[in-house]
């Protein structure tokens, strides 16, 4: 039951009650288990570009893109700490670690070890060296996000990721004229973003001759998700307030359909590499682009002629185009509906949000993939699919997870334009995880992820991209790599 303190406490986040019940539900009755009908491969879900179609689709893309709304979205909100935990343990048990040992023997390979040296006094011990590096007192660096820390060093000085995201956008997210970028970001940290922004952007508008129209947005209150106690009783706090807390990035969804462009681009924060190995991310960012620029092109094609006169024929030819380049098969009773319900079905698929996806081959690394699964009405569509979505405990789901080709790196190119994406995504697709409070264990929920449950009703296809577009930081020591190096 809620009470009229907690309706005050909703209204002030501008979430419905009704929100609020169907969370408890989703607590009570658990989150349905992804159908996976099979992998998705190269040929049947995933496209393989050769030489010939990379140049086709990049040369559509620069015939065009001085028209075009360019816009490159970063999801950049998360504190660095789990990048940082192995650091963090030789702090606390004094005990070092295979990762802290790489991390001293290599630290003036990192970009930001000038800074560090320069104000960790002489004689500090190893353990001293980290506080200054990752404490509040020195350069703060276990609690600051990813896009604000030195990742790379260049003659002229070090780079966070930020910057190399503007000098991304300059190369793929401009009409030539502006490039333009949106950061989703903490509410704690986006003075500093702002700030490196305004001190970045005239330094590289004069450089590639551009203006950089940058833009931040925060995470929605009203996207909050109520925590639960163990019976899924609503946990309270110690003067009886709800317990909200922030729910993944699916709750981004809010932002990106705040955004209007044409094309919108969307790729992680700590996925950047130095200048001299950002050419491959620049074409393969061209020619996705290019590729829905031609899906975007058959898809109105195919609505001119579905408006029109209807035959069997060609909705023999519209079902074989949405399986080949939207990634929707549709169900058996699609063949006993009439012509003109059938229509206004293929009109509806059309219709939807569009997406182009880079993956890459599978070697191993934990995430989701590419997979064609089954919906509650039989029909197959390409979703990227997390390992949390999957029922481990199925030995033919498990081994369908287990054995797909490709990986999910984040890599994706939409087409979102007047549509409300909130319409599309699959509110079953949400995760559930433990959490504590005060030392109270409690239940949480997070709204279906940015890339799978959120967009679970876009169409979409794959595409593979080399390896080397995917260049993550996950710790510490991953900036060591050859990717992160300048040669």
Not at 165 to 176: I, K, N, Q, T
Not at 208 to 231: L, W, Y
Not at 355 to 371: A, L, Q, S
Not at 463 to 485: G, I, S
Request: hydrophobic residues 40%; negative net charge.
């Amino acid at each position: 039951m809620l009470s009229t303190s907690d309706l005050l406490q909703l209204s002030a986040r501008g979430i419905r009650p009704e929100e609020i019940n169907q969370q408890v539900d989703y607590f009570k009755q658990g989150f349905p288990w992804m159908n996976l009908e099979k992998s998705a491969t190269i040929g049947d879900g995933i496209v393989r570009f050769s030489d010939a179609d990379l140049a086709s689709h990049i040369e559509r893309f620069e015939s065009r893109r001085s028209s075009l709304n360019l816009l490159k979205m970063v999801p950049a909100s998360g504190a660095a700490t789990r990048m940082f935990k192995s650091l963090f343990e030789y702090i606390s048990s004094s005990q070092p670690n295979k990762e802290s040992d790489l991390f001293f023997s290599q630290k003036e390979s990192f970009a930001f070890y000038q800074e560090l040296a320069s104000i960790t006094p002489d004689g500090s011990s190893e353990v001293d060296v980290l506080k200054v590096l990752l404490g509040a007192s020195g350069m703060e660096y276990g609690s600051l996000p990813k896009g604000l820390l030195k990742f790379h060093q260049y003659p002229a000085g070090a780079r966070t990721p930020l910057e190399e995201h503007l000098v991304e956008a300059a190369e793929y997210a401009s009409d030539g004229q502006k490039a333009r970028l949106h950061f989703t970001v903490s509410p704690e940290h986006r003075g500093r973003f702002e700030a490196l922004v305004a001190q970045l952007s005239p330094i590289w508008s004069s450089h590639f001759g551009i203006e950089f129209e940058v833009t931040f947005s925060e995470q929605k209150p009203a996207t909050d998700t109520v925590a639960v106690n163990m019976d899924n009783s609503l946990f309270r706090e110690d003067d009886g307030s709800l317990l909200f807390r922030p729910a993944g990035h699916g709750a981004l969804l809010e932002n990106l359909n705040d955004l209007t462009a044409d094309i919108i681009f969307i790729k992680n924060i700590d996925n950047v590499v130095p200048d001299h190995l950002k050419q491959a991310t620049i074409q393969y960012k061209k020619a996705l682009a290019g590729l829905l620029l031609w899906i975007l092109e058959g898809i109105s094609y195919l609505e001119m002629r579905l408006k029109g006169e209807l035959k069997p024929a060609l909705i023999e030819v519209a079902l074989l185009e949405i399986k080949t380049y939207l990634g929707f098969e549709v169900s058996a009773d699609f063949a006993f509906l009439s012509l003109d319900a059938q229509a206004a079905a293929l009109l509806e698929i059309l219709g939807r949000p569009t997406r182009i996806c880079g993956v890459v081959k599978n070697t191993g690394e934990p995430g989701g993939g590419p997979f064609w699964c089954q919906d509650a009405v039989g029909n197959l569509t390409l979703q990227l699919v997390e390992s949390a979505q999957v029922d481990m405990s199925n030995g033919s789901q498990k081994a369908l997870f287990a054995g797909s080709t490709h990986f999910n790196p984040v890599d994706l190119v939409c087409a979102t334009r007047g549509k409300d994406l909130l319409a599309y995504r699959d509110m079953s697709t949400g995760f559930i995880t433990e959490k504590t409070k005060d030392g109270k264990s409690l239940k949480a929920q997070e709204l279906p992820g940015l890339w799978n449950g959120a967009m679970a009703n876009w169409n979409t296809l794959f595409v593979e991209v080399p390896l080397e577009t995917f260049n993550p930081v996950k710790t510490v020591t991953d900036l060591l790599r050859p990717a992160h190096q300048n040669a």
